[in-house]
């Protein structure tokens, strides 16, 4: 099930909006495109609840000048289950499917060189998705806009967060059984749109 709304406010100088997206087997229909579904041991599939969502804030206080500002999310639940098989070394089962909170997730916490030009990930990062998030912020200045097309400029600032699901981690070094990852853009833009 999906919901869109986007209102302008103030005389056309705010527009504010809202979009959410929830259900099953949805992950590939958000920009993150997080999992549809987990396989069981016997081939069977198992669609993962989940949801997105968007809110989104643009000022245009001047012909020229526009600010605006979105924050969203995307999600992905668990779902695992016992494959029937046992670890030999710890005589704990082994478990499969999408956040089997056996994952073995320390090796999340080590970053990898590219080999042949390829990335790769090290072995011992299982680590699932459990929600991605992102908010920004920028504007955009019209330098010119008229018969000759437009040229404007903007500058913008995104903050993405991921969070996993919970594995295994290792407690004697010191590292969590929950990895995620913070990055911090800023971003700058020059851009030129031909006349209509």
Same mark, same amino acid.
């Given at each position: 099930m999906g919901v869109n709304a986007r209102v #302008? *406010?103030?005389?056309? +100088?705010?527009?504010?909006?809202?979009?959410?997206?929830?259900?099953?087997?949805?992950? =590939?229909?958000?920009?993150?495109?997080?999992?549809?579904a987990t396989a069981h041991p016997d081939g #069977? *599939?198992?669609?993962? +609840?989940?949801g997105s969502a968007l809110g989104s804030v643009e000022w245009h206080?001047?012909? =020229?000048?526009?600010?605006?500002?979105?924050?969203?999310?995307e999600y992905a639940k668990r779902a695992w289950y016992n494959t029937g098989y046992t670890n030999a070394t710890t005589g704990q089962p082994i478990l499969g499917g999408y956040g089997a909170p056996t994952n073995i997730v320390y090796g999340c916490y080590t970053e990898v060189?590219?080999?042949s030009g390829v990335a790769s990930s090290?072995?011992?990062?299982?680590?699932?998705?459990r929600n991605i998030q992102e908010?920004?912020?920028?504007?955009?200045?019209r330098f010119y806009k008229g018969v000759h097309g437009?040229?404007?400029?903007?500058?913008?600032?995104?903050?993405?967060?991921r969070r996993t699901w919970q594995g295994v981690g290792e407690p004697?070094?010191?590292?969590?059984?929950?990895?995620?990852?913070?990055?911090n853009m800023w971003f700058t833009s020059f851009r030129y749109y031909l006349p209509r």
């Open positions: #302008s *406010l103030l005389s056309k +100088t705010l527009d504010v909006g809202a979009h959410v997206l929830a259900g099953n087997g949805i992950g =590939r229909y958000s920009t993150a495109t997080l999992p549809d #069977s *599939l198992e669609l993962l +609840t989940g206080p001047l012909p =020229r000048f526009d600010l605006y500002g979105y924050y969203g999310g060189l590219p080999s090290p072995s011992n990062c299982n680590a699932d998705n908010g920004t912020i920028g504007y955009w200045f437009t040229l404007q400029q903007g500058i913008q600032y995104s903050y993405a967060e004697a070094a010191n590292i969590t059984n929950s990895p995620k990852a913070i990055d």
